[in-house]
């Protein structure tokens, strides 16, 4: 075979690998949003066979040679050149799959099985313990893991690379480390303020405005509903399954008029990402976001930079208004913003604010990375969690299930995952002073409900590069410098000291 | 490997062959149901890519051996015995997937894919000529297909065995002729009878009231809504991706409040087939149903034996018209039964009443054999077409479109499929005289809105034995005799004499 047909087999095979993943993707989707109970066995072993097809293409000796040889040609992989980055990028996905010896897989697969049902018993009964034994497996696996992928700085680096490739444990400690005091600074400066009343929020909204306001928002915003839509789910999502069918979903809860609303514009963040790839790397290695941080820092932006701001309220609001007389008729502009700013230290991660987000990811950070380098043992968790929830946020859950046992993540192998969070929170303020920079109209048009110029913006600085660059390069081709949490805090310390009036 | 491990492995093939139909099922489910537009083209790659590997699956020499050994150690692969039938059947669907070529296959595929495309255009344009090559092709590929499953009697045989196991051209010659003069004779007196009135069909009946009594009515009969639900689709259809998630779909017409009602109720007797297989022969060569025609006859039965009836009326008026009172507020319960039952020859299959149905099949049965045997001419399709619908039922298509071009199935390559509709309708009136018999009080229960006893006895005598029997060994296990249509036209003449007064 020649080079050009080499080339040809590897996009043949990577696009039926994108194929089975898409496949998958559906059948998932289709099990959190439409399927009946009795269909769980059967969505198990259908899930599991395409997963299965999927592992062994990615893992074949085939693809291991076409990449080799093409790898070969290449003057360096590291080049800013297309060619060059697809092979990169194709070697990297290989390597991580087919260095785990098919044993090892299994193994995890069934430790991590059998941990998700210990966690969702251990988190119902408040009993730490006896997931206790499972948590150090499944962090044992991780770190064999790692260990497969020497050399490293620190045994950390592999597992965050699979999330955020390029990125390395001492560039995350060293943001966080700029970040922490800044942020429990801030906290502290909030708590000694006045809070802000959002007696509003915490109230039934009926559901069918709900999803008229839903709707509205996420094809204003430009989300493409020819490829594209919007349905329920008990935990908010958004997937893919090719350029011209990324759907997203949202919940309505009882008592919160808010959370729908919000929890819309972070999922439309992500699928204007998803919709907004340029055809050119369609089933390609180089298809798809460019980590997860980046994939947060556009949901982010449209969800707090673009959808918890001044401006955007001046437009929704009078909408929300209208839709909702009984519960917004007497509350006040100004109230709103403030009301839906409200700032609470709190126990659960997926309900923190802005402000106190980040310190979430930390602890589970210096958590993960404790545990991995054997600094931290997993019986005392509870202790450490507790202890750093009192000096982050000021506030000690009464149990390990509002506490330590919160979180999906560990039960399911995700180790590394985390930190995503916190960066995109942080890459989304730098993207959004940079946007905000070169079109400074962009905040007067959002009062208006024009979003046009950002999602430009974002389709030409971002979007359409998938995964071209790696999202340390991305940052610094579209910044000028590197992930920096400072243009975050600036944003977070403009934002509260005004509505905290500090 | 001994025989045990043998059959073990074919279980474990047979399973992943269905889990592969099962995905695809939901693949096109979606597709009908939810995707939006600009899923359309990697929907085609992710459908193709599983069909083959189903496809590659169910052909390949591991399989083909295995069924050979197993087969080699059963005495009589006719044996009434689970075992000798689960290897008859599997042995079946191999030969018949295994026995073509490949290139042929792919041929077959090309081949249909650009009939499809010239039928819809043909369609569209009233131009059968466009359309006719692409017929003679169709057919011609099906004979060669058919020439390599010799000897048979006929070559239509081999087709007809694709969709109805063990059926010959011969048996579904003899129950046509039986027929055809019968229903002709029904026609002629209907035709001469007054017309009944059924304008309070032809109005806009509200779309969330024909939901309710939609769901009202598939809950009613039985459909398990935890191992279901139910959806809008273009064209009303049922499927499954396995016992425990068997989908129905319908749709709602702007100037017809029936539709709803009626395709509903027939796709719900689908389901209940699918619901009802014993969990023994789960992921078996023996799961699913015995065959089209019986398939049909659940959906037909449902529809028509109970949906259609007076008894039925009865019970489900007093429930329209609450729902519906503009529309129905001033309709008796006889109009309504009679209205529901009017019986007018119409140029379009789908759409034609229970008097008038069989008709339109026969017409069909005998193009595909003419063509096939070669004693009548593609080319000469339309003229055939319009003389025998002016013999049959008294009415002349005013163009191909509304005539000869209205089916899909031959550019599909579906030939032989036809017949499966009539005979379905001829067993749905030979299991309910055998039930009703053994039940009498189920026509009272039926007012009442009670379907429980109807259920049981097609569970017990139907549904439980999936694909245990071939469709006419099943029919005569229940009735004592073959596939006849004296007691369907018993059912349409007493029917029909006292709706028109003849």
Redesign the interface.
């Given at each position: 075979m020649g080079s050009e047909e080499k080339l040809a087999k590897l996009r043949e095979i990577t696009?039926?690998i994108r194929?089975?993943g898409?496949?998958q993707a559906?059948?998932e989707w289709?099990q959190q949003v439409?399927?009946?109970?009795?269909?769980?066995?059967?969505?198990g072993?259908?899930t599991a066979?395409?997963a299965g097809?999927a592992f062994d293409k990615s893992t074949s000796d085939e693809l291991g040679a076409l990449i080799e040889d093409l790898a070969a040609e290449v003057p360096d992989l590291d080049l800013d050149d297309d060619f060059a980055r697809e092979i990169k990028v194709a070697k990297r996905y290989y390597d991580r799959n087919a260095h785990i010896p098919r044993e090892k897989i299994i193994e995890f697969v069934l430790a991590t099985s059998a941990a998700h049902e210990a966690w969702v018993k251990a988190r119902a009964e408040n009993d730490f313990a006896s997931f206790e034994p499972h948590l150090t497996h499944i962090f044992d696996l991780r770190r064999q893991q790692a260990e497969l992928f020497q050399p490293y700085e620190h045994p950390y680096d592999p597992l965050l690379d699979e999330y955020e490739p390029g990125m390395k444990t001492a560039d995350v400690r060293a943001i966080f480390s700029a970040l922490r005091p800044r942020q429990v600074e801030l906290l502290r400066a909030i708590s000694e303020s006045e809070q802000v009343d959002n007696s509003f929020v915490k109230q039934h909204y009926p559901f069918e405005e709900q999803r008229k306001i839903s709707s509205f928002l996420a094809g204003r915003f430009g989300y493409?509903?020819?490829?594209?839509?919007l349905d329920l789910a008990p935990h908010p999502f958004t997937t893919s399954?090719?350029?011209?069918?990324v759907r997203i979903t949202t919940r309505f809860l009882d008592m919160d008029g808010m959370s729908a609303l919000f929890s819309t514009m972070h999922e439309t963040g992500h699928a204007l990402y998803d919709q907004g790839y340029s055809p050119r790397y369609r089933e390609t290695s180089l298809d798809g976001a460019a980590s997860l941080a980046m994939h947060e820092s556009q949901s982010r932006l449209w969800e707090n930079l673009v959808g918890r701001s001044q401006e955007f309220c001046r437009f929704v609001f009078p909408v929300m208004q209208m839709l909702f007389p009984q519960h917004l008729g007497n509350v006040s502009l100004e109230q709103f913003y403030r009301g839906i700013n409200r700032v609470e230290p709190s126990l659960i991660r997926v309900e923190a604010d802005e402000a106190t987000y980040n310190m979430h990811i930390m602890l589970r950070f210096e958590i993960e990375t404790g545990l991995l380098e054997g600094s931290l043992r997993a019986r005392d968790l509870p202790e450490i969690w507790n202890t750093r929830m009192q000096e982050y946020l000021g506030i000690t859950p009464a149990d390990d299930t509002t506490g330590v046992l919160q979180d999906v993540h560990w039960s399911s192998g995700l180790v590394g995952y985390f930190p995503t969070y916190a960066l995109g929170n942080l890459i989304s303020a730098q993207l959004w002073e940079k946007m905000v920079a070169a079109n400074p109209e962009i905040p007067g048009a959002m009062s208006a409900g024009d979003f046009s110029q950002i999602l430009a913006w974002l389709r030409e600085n971002v979007h359409q590069h998938a995964s071209r660059y790696d999202p340390q390069d991305l940052v610094r081709k579209i910044t000028g410098g590197p992930i920096d949490p400072e243009p975050y805090l600036r944003y977070l310390n403009a934002k509260y000291s005004r509505i905290y009036r500090f």
């Amino acid at each position: 075979m020649g080079s050009e047909e080499k080339l040809a087999k590897l996009r043949e095979i990577t696009a039926e690998i994108r194929r089975l993943g898409s496949i998958q993707a559906l059948l998932e989707w289709d099990q959190q949003v439409n399927m009946p109970r009795g269909g769980a066995e059967d969505r198990g072993n259908q899930t599991a066979l395409v997963a299965g097809l999927a592992f062994d293409k990615s893992t074949s000796d085939e693809l291991g040679a076409l990449i080799e040889d093409l790898a070969a040609e290449v003057p360096d992989l590291d080049l800013d050149d297309d060619f060059a980055r697809e092979i990169k990028v194709a070697k990297r996905y290989y390597d991580r799959n087919a260095h785990i010896p098919r044993e090892k897989i299994i193994e995890f697969v069934l430790a991590t099985s059998a941990a998700h049902e210990a966690w969702v018993k251990a988190r119902a009964e408040n009993d730490f313990a006896s997931f206790e034994p499972h948590l150090t497996h499944i962090f044992d696996l991780r770190r064999q893991q790692a260990e497969l992928f020497q050399p490293y700085e620190h045994p950390y680096d592999p597992l965050l690379d699979e999330y955020e490739p390029g990125m390395k444990t001492a560039d995350v400690r060293a943001i966080f480390s700029a970040l922490r005091p800044r942020q429990v600074e801030l906290l502290r400066a909030i708590s000694e303020s006045e809070q802000v009343d959002n007696s509003f929020v915490k109230q039934h909204y009926p559901f069918e405005e709900q999803r008229k306001i839903s709707s509205f928002l996420a094809g204003r915003f430009g989300y493409d509903w020819e490829r594209g839509r919007l349905d329920l789910a008990p935990h908010p999502f958004t997937t893919s399954f090719g350029h011209g069918d990324v759907r997203i979903t949202t919940r309505f809860l009882d008592m919160d008029g808010m959370s729908a609303l919000f929890s819309t514009m972070h999922e439309t963040g992500h699928a204007l990402y998803d919709q907004g790839y340029s055809p050119r790397y369609r089933e390609t290695s180089l298809d798809g976001a460019a980590s997860l941080a980046m994939h947060e820092s556009q949901s982010r932006l449209w969800e707090n930079l673009v959808g918890r701001s001044q401006e955007f309220c001046r437009f929704v609001f009078p909408v929300m208004q209208m839709l909702f007389p009984q519960h917004l008729g007497n509350v006040s502009l100004e109230q709103f913003y403030r009301g839906i700013n409200r700032v609470e230290p709190s126990l659960i991660r997926v309900e923190a604010d802005e402000a106190t987000y980040n310190m979430h990811i930390m602890l589970r950070f210096e958590i993960e990375t404790g545990l991995l380098e054997g600094s931290l043992r997993a019986r005392d968790l509870p202790e450490i969690w507790n202890t750093r929830m009192q000096e982050y946020l000021g506030i000690t859950p009464a149990d390990d299930t509002t506490g330590v046992l919160q979180d999906v993540h560990w039960s399911s192998g995700l180790v590394g995952y985390f930190p995503t969070y916190a960066l995109g929170n942080l890459i989304s303020a730098q993207l959004w002073e940079k946007m905000v920079a070169a079109n400074p109209e962009i905040p007067g048009a959002m009062s208006a409900g024009d979003f046009s110029q950002i999602l430009a913006w974002l389709r030409e600085n971002v979007h359409q590069h998938a995964s071209r660059y790696d999202p340390q390069d991305l940052v610094r081709k579209i910044t000028g410098g590197p992930i920096d949490p400072e243009p975050y805090l600036r944003y977070l310390n403009a934002k509260y000291s005004r509505i905290y009036r500090f």
